[in-house]
């Protein structure tokens, strides 16, 4: 198992990372997120997800969307009871390098976390694909500790956790057991890379796709919530959700990518043609009975590196920082 240096410009890498020899695998220190700190942003990237409105055929203040066994209100319990998974997470990597004996403990805790998840919600699955995706965020971003430049800097640090996550996901789980989810069946079947590989390769959906989509909304004077939409656009348009794929098939991925670039092509969601756009693309959806929940988890972790990057530049607004590398 490969593991790449922290200053190395690897192939397929979004950016690549100026040599400072302070930057290495080093414990926060009160300059940055605590675990607490970490656990909190990552609760509310979950919060944020579920309570922006609207979404696609997703659980939003509108409604259930494709589900019959989720709504916002099951959704926003799962988010309060994954906080102390996440704290734990990030614990457990403070100090850590990424290795398989890291990669075990932290499948170990997001076992639990899914426990409790399933019991905050009565056995539904609200957010076992965000444990997953939000998780190794949070234990990168508990490992990475490397200094800011005024050249961009954001979009590098941003990418210097995603893989430093992504370092920790090609570890394999000492303690895994052969796995017949949903997500792995889907895998399989259709030959996608879901989850697992969106995190090896190191999160391209939230890099290349969320934040880029993120900032040029909020320079467009689009509102929060409209450049969030446009985001989970952006990401619907070239991802191989899982989620859909598992309710409706290959005809349902087709008309999830297809149905959201429709959107963006047409102006956005906050244009009348954008909007038009938007609605026939719910309208197929939920005709499958199709949910992009696999966007909505990377909608997640893209809000998570958002506002925790922000926030370890020291308070810089929202619309002033690029994502675009």
């Known amino acids: 198992m490969r593991t790449l240096a922290l200053d190395t410009h690897t192939e397929g890498s979004a950016v690549p990372f100026a040599r400072d020899p302070h930057a290495g695998f080093v414990s926060l220190d009160a300059a940055f997120c605590a675990d607490a700190e970490l656990a909190r942003f990552a609760r509310d990237a979950l919060i944020d997800e579920a309570r922006l409105t609207p979404k696609p055929a997703l659980v939003d203040a509108r409604g259930s969307g494709a589900h019959s066994d989720l709504d916002l209100v099951t959704m926003l319990r799962s988010a309060h009871a994954l906080e102390p998974t996440f704290r734990a997470l990030a614990r457990a990597s ?16 997001g076992r639990a976390g899914e426990v409790a998840m399933m019991r905050a919600t009565n056995g539904s699955n609200a957010h076992r694909g965000a444990i997953w995706i939000v998780g190794l ?13 005024a050249d961009g800097s954001a979009y590098a640090h941003a990418a210097l956790i995603c893989e430093t996550g992504a370092q920790i996901a090609r570890f394999d789980d000492l303690l895994a057991r052969p796995s017949n989810s949903n997500g792995e069946r889907v895998r399989l079947q259709y030959n996608v890379g879901g989850a697992r590989r969106e995190a090896q390769d190191g999160f391209p959906h939230v890099m290349r796709a969320g934040l880029p989509a993120l900032h040029t909304a909020r320079t467009q004077g689009h509102s929060e919530s409209t450049a969030r939409v446009e985001a989970l656009l952006a990401i619907m348009a070239s991802l191989d959700d899982t989620c859909v794929l598992h ?11 297809a ?21 026939a693309l ?18 997640a972790a893209t809000l998570f590196i958002d506002r925790l990057v922000q926030h370890r530049i020291g308070g810089v607004a929202l619309e ?3 994502w675009n590398n």
């Open 94 to 109: 403070l100090g850590a390098a990424p290795g398989v004996a890291l990669r075990t403990d932290l499948a170990r805790i």
């Open 137 to 149: 965020l949070v234990a990168g971003a508990a490992i990475v500790h490397t200094p800011f430049a």
């Open 247 to 257: 309710r409706a098939g290959l005809a349902g991925r087709d008309a999830a990518q």
């Open 259 to 279: 149905g959201a670039q429709r959107v963006r092509d047409a102006g956005g969601i906050a244009t009348p043609a954008g909007r038009a756009a938007f609605d």
């Open 282 to 299: 719910e309208h197929s959806l939920l005709a499958l009975n199709a949910s992009p929940g696999g966007a909505a988890d990377l909608l």
């Open 320 to 322: 002033e920082t690029s």
